[in-house]
Each structure stands twice: as C-alpha cells, then as structure tokens.
C-alpha cells in the first residue's frame, strides 16, 4: 500500500458481501481464527448482515477502492438480559495485514458500540493466536477466561479465550441499545 492509498472506514453494504466473503472464506480455509468449517456460500453473508445490520454495526475498510477489512457486532447470547453486550469480530485481508486496518476498523466499532448503549463487549480468541490478541489488549480487552479444546480443526483442538471490554457505566435500570446510526 502507497501513502496515496488511503484507508477509508465506512458503513457496510450489501454489496459488499462477494468480497466479505472471500474475506471471511481465507480465514476459514486456512486458520484457525474462524471456527466455520465450511465457506461462505453465495448470499450467506448478505443474509446475516440484513438480518443484523440494523442492531449491530457492520463495518468495512476500502484501500483504492477494494474492501481491505471488515468488522462487526452480533449478539453474544440470544436471552433478553444479554442485550448490552455484544460480540466483536474483526478480520483484514491477507494482502492488507500488517497497515493498521484491523485497529482503525476495531476503534470505529468500539465507539459505534459503545454510542448506541452497548456496555460490555466480548470477543473469542482462538488460542495461541499472539497477533489477536495484542490487538485486544490494546484496545482494553481483557482475558477474562478461557476454553480448553474447544473445537476441532485442521487436525488439531484448538482452545479458545474468552475476553471482555467494559464500554461505560452501568445505569440501572439500562436504556435500551440504539439501532446502528
């Protein structure tokens, strides 16, 4: 990447989802960072993100006009009483990786998350996984526990760790979240 090449952070689209897919698909293919065994197909992305987008933020990352990056919230658990906290993804393109788009994408959904009423966000690490979870601690996550041989991939069990951010006070009772500005 050039210092003409800019990094630009935005809402996600539908349109985006052939390369969020692809995005997605490297990592599921080739690590263990996705626990997904099978790929994207054609659609799935898109349906998810319809289905969430107006709850949880969906963001990308563009250089020259490709999709670098993407980010994202869902929910941690599906029960009422979880609906302030969220689950954080985050995933950079293998020929991005290494500029600082992971981190630009991770700030963005943090704030977003935490302006719409969010107050704890978790995330899963596959474990070792140095990298992610630098990026983590970075951001103030912190590892709050961890699961032995939580799954089975490429031939191996892999352990996950489970980390939290706090976003900000707790009010009692909670406002409702916001819907994705």
Same mark, same amino acid.
């Given at each position: 990447?050039?210092?003409?090449?800019?990094?630009?952070?935005?809402? +996600?689209? =539908? &349109?985006?989802?052939?390369? +969020?897919? +692809?995005? #997605?698909?490297?990592?599921?293919?080739? $690590?263990? $960072?996705?626990?997904?065994?099978? /790929?994207?197909?054609?659609?799935?992305?898109?349906?998810?993100?319809?289905?969430? =987008?107006?709850?949880?933020?969906? #963001?990308?990352?563009?250089?020259?006009?490709?999709? =670098?990056?993407?980010?994202?919230? $869902?929910?941690?658990?599906?029960?009422?009483?979880?609906?302030?906290?969220?689950? $954080?993804?985050?995933?950079?393109?293998?020929?991005?990786?290494?500029?600082?788009?992971?981190?630009?994408?991770?700030?963005?959904? %943090?704030?977003? #998350?935490?302006?719409? &009423?969010?107050?704890?966000?978790? +995330?899963?690490?596959?474990?070792?996984?140095?990298?992610?979870?630098?990026?983590?601690?970075?951001?103030?996550?912190? %590892?709050?526990?961890?699961?032995?041989? =939580?799954?089975?991939?490429? &031939?191996?069990?892999?352990?996950?760790?489970?980390?939290?951010?706090? %976003?900000?006070? %707790?009010?009692? /009772? /909670?406002?409702?979240?916001?819907?994705?500005?």
């Amino acid at each position: 990447m050039s210092t003409s090449d800019a990094v630009a952070v935005r809402l +996600a689209q =539908a &349109g985006d989802a052939p390369a +969020a897919s +692809a995005i #997605l698909n490297h990592y599921i293919a080739e $690590s263990v $960072s996705n626990f997904r065994t099978e /790929p994207y197909g054609p659609g799935e992305w898109a349906e998810q993100f319809a289905a969430n =987008a107006d709850r949880f933020p969906y #963001l990308v990352a563009e250089v020259g006009g490709a999709v =670098a990056g993407l980010a994202y919230a $869902s929910a941690w658990r599906p029960k009422q009483a979880y609906a302030w906290t969220a689950e $954080s993804t985050v995933y950079v393109s293998p020929g991005h990786q290494g500029l600082g788009i992971g981190s630009l994408l991770y700030g963005e959904l %943090l704030k977003r #998350l935490e302006e719409q &009423g969010f107050r704890s966000v978790m +995330a899963q690490v596959s474990q070792p996984n140095p990298g992610s979870e630098a990026l983590h601690e970075r951001f103030g996550f912190e %590892l709050v526990g961890s699961i032995r041989d =939580a799954g089975f991939k490429h &031939g191996a069990w892999i352990g996950v760790g489970i980390w939290q951010k706090t %976003l900000g006070a %707790l009010a009692v /009772p /909670p406002a409702p979240t916001a819907p994705v500005a």
